[in-house]
């Protein structure tokens, strides 16, 4: 991380086997599943899992409006360590680490987010909206993966 970057992290353990979550991460049978928030769908993903391949979805609000989704991976580390630039076509905010580290009963889980702090006008509140959004991700996998077994 350089000085210019700012990162937030959050981190769940999870009682699933690491190979699981991976899956979970990146199959998009699997993926939309659970990633968007409740009531929101997701439609239309591709996932080209290789480096500088894209994960590619359109996400349905509850209103019918669509949220077109991009991530483009730069690093894989199968059942370990995930990285990507997320946003939308045309619009990257943030580079994403997923991380997976094996723990007492069952899978450690980091996710980080990293990105420049003057890309939002309103700092703090879009701080707090990619925290929210990271404990929303990690608490949606974590019900996923309970639910399924």
């Not at 350089?2 to 979970?24: F, L, N």
Request: charge should be negative; charged fraction near 30%.
């Amino acid at each position: 991380m350089t000085e210019k970057e700012i990162e937030i992290t959050v981190e769940s353990d999870m009682p699933a086997e690491r190979g699981a979550i991976w899956r979970a991460l990146v199959e998009p049978d699997q993926l939309k599943k659970w990633w968007a928030p409740e009531g929101f769908e997701i439609k239309n993903i591709v996932v080209d899992l290789k480096v500088g391949g894209e994960r590619k979805f359109d996400m349905v609000q509850p209103d019918g409006n669509v949220v077109s989704h991009l991530a483009i991976y730069r690093e894989i580390i199968p059942e370990k360590k995930l990285v990507f630039d997320s946003g939308s076509p045309g619009a990257m905010v943030a580079r994403v680490a997923v991380e997976l580290a094996e723990a007492s009963d069952g899978t450690h889980v980091a996710l980080s987010y990293f990105f420049p702090p003057s890309s939002q006008p309103d700092r703090e509140k879009f701080l707090g909206f990619m925290r929210a959004g990271g404990e929303r991700l990690l608490k949606n996998l974590k019900d996923y993966l309970q639910k399924k077994g």
